[in-house]
């Protein structure tokens, strides 16, 4: 008698542990004491028979035994070779008339040329697809009521998390807070991928940060209280990281940046973004949050040596605290715009037009909106709701007209000072935008150098900080 061998590894219950050479060599055994020849042997790695996947090893075996190359089949237990009842119906179409008989090891021979040998293999069959199938009941409950439960997911950690999901990654927990923060104050997702990436704080996988991973963690449920399972949330049993008065501020920030960029958010909270240039390679300079000796952190400029896809874009060697550089730009300003050539430069732009002026009045009544309902809410006259709708609406408006002023006057002036004040006062009561103007009207670029020997003796307003190494370059 030549006999195929057919073996099968898969995670379920009859067999597991059992590796397929394991299988095949009790097969083998089985073949001796029955006195007949092993001519083929068939594999399938971890598929399982249930699932109806493609099994190329047992397809190798029907052809084996329609082509006659076979006599008899040898398996270890009957669930190895079929478990769905449909292949056994099809098994025994292609063995019957053979007369190819099927031996196990587990159970002796699955005689399918009599009826009653059959019945009993299709009632085998029967009880192992039951099986799979109240397995997989079992598992789906199981899981919906861990959910119900408020219990971890398990699976990969999430960052911020121990892996036992329940309790908060000592290092991960504050950086979790810190990125939110950030990001409902107005940073890109980018922005702090690059200054996580920058402080070579690697993700829960040990790889660099992308907006996208960072968007992803920030939005997680389980950072709120919260765990999903097939789209619906339940509480879950820890803590929470962060309040939901956090988690609506997060969302109300997120549609806010998609209202405006598409997916990215409008970020421009600091003065002198995009003026400043490193000294040494001449590359744009970002501003990131930088470590103090303290631990606490600030920001500062600084000059990066890769981009977030690891490209070389400078020479990473100049790194400047941000306060100094921006109260010195702002000095250098005040004290030049008491030049004759500057108030020239000036008053050299368009006069205003009545359209541009309504625009700055309805940015002026717009900002002070925003601060009504902030008060309306804080003194309890707003409930959340109405609070959060409201401010969405006067930000999306405040932020459409700020972008619109931008474009009107980007190539002009509009350092008009009121009558009756000064530059200085002026300056105090203006916003972000309007100072970001008269930069741009005034300045070319900015350049840091980098610190030399004696700079950490230099002194500059509250600052360990040497002016030198600050070179401004004017449009005038
Ligand atoms: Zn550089």
């Known amino acids: 008698m030549k006999f195929a061998v057919y073996g099968r590894i898969s ?130 409950a199981a899981k919906l009521q861990a959910a119900k439960a408020g219990k971890s997911s398990g699976g990969n950690r999430a960052y911020g998390w121990l892996q036992n999901g329940m309790e908060q990654h000592p290092d991960e927990a504050p950086v979790v807070r810190e990125i939110i923060k950030r990001f409902i104050s107005g940073d890109s997702w980018n922005s702090i991928a690059l200054d996580l990436n920058e402080r070579n704080i690697p993700t829960a996988k040990g790889k660099m940060w992308t907006a996208i991973n960072v968007s992803n963690v920030a939005q997680l449920p389980r950072h709120y209280g919260f765990r999903s399972h097939n789209g619906q949330e339940y509480k879950a049993a820890w803590e929470p990281l962060l309040s939901q008065d956090t988690r609506e501020d997060l969302l109300l920030a997120i549609k806010r940046g998609q209202a405006i960029h598409g997916k990215r958010t409008y970020a421009r909270k600091h003065l002198l973004t995009g003026f400043i240039f490193c000294g040494v390679c001449g590359n744009k300079m970002s501003i990131i949050n930088a470590q103090q000796r303290d631990g606490s952190y600030s920001p500062a400029f600084n000059c990066r040596k890769k981009d977030h896809r690891g490209q070389e ?76 709708v409201a401010k969405t609406t006067a930000q999306d408006r405040l932020e459409a007209l700020g972008r619109e002023l931008e474009r009107k006057t980007s190539k002009r002036t509009v350092a008009n000072i009121p009558a009756g004040q000064t530059v200085r006062e002026a300056w105090e009561k203006s916003d972000l935008m309007w100072k970001r103007q008269l930069v741009d009207a005034l300045i070319e670029k900015v350049l840091i150098y980098p610190k030399q020997p004696g700079d950490g003796k230099a002194r500059y307003k509250q600052w360990i900080f040497n002016p030198d190494r600050v070179e401004i370059r004017w449009k005038a």
Not at 52 to 72: Q, T, W
Not at 323 to 343: A, F, H, N, S
């Open 11 to 140: 995670r379920d219950r009859v067999g597991a542990g059992l590796g397929v050479e394991r299988q095949i060599a009790d097969c083998r055994e089985l073949v001796r004491a029955l006195s007949g020849e092993v001519a083929a042997v068939f594999r399938d790695d971890d598929i399982s028979a249930y699932s109806g996947k493609h099994r190329p090893g047992y397809e190798a075996l029907l052809e084996a035994i329609k082509n006659r190359e076979v006599d008899a089949v040898a398996v270890w237990h009957q669930d190895r070779l079929l478990r769905r009842t449909i292949d056994l119906e099809n098994y025994i179409e292609v063995c019957q008339p053979l007369n190819v008989a099927t031996h196990t090891v587990k159970a002796g021979q699955l005689d399918l040329t009599t009826p009653a040998g059959r019945a009993v293999a299709k009632t085998l069959a029967a009880w192992a697809s039951y099986e799979v199938e109240t397995s997989t009941d079992r598992v789906k």
């Open 313 to 388: 874009v400078g020479c990473g060697k100049v790194k400047r605290k941000k306060d100094p550089v921006e109260d010195l730009v702002i000095d250098c300003i005040m004290y030049r715009l008491d030049t004759p050539e500057l108030g020239e430069l000036l008053a050299g732009g368009e006069a205003e037009t009545p359209e541009l002026k309504q625009l700055m009045r309805d940015h002026e009544s717009q900002s002070q909106r925003l601060q009504e309902i902030l008060s309306l809410y804080s003194t309890g006259e707003m409930d959340f709701n109405e609070y959060k």
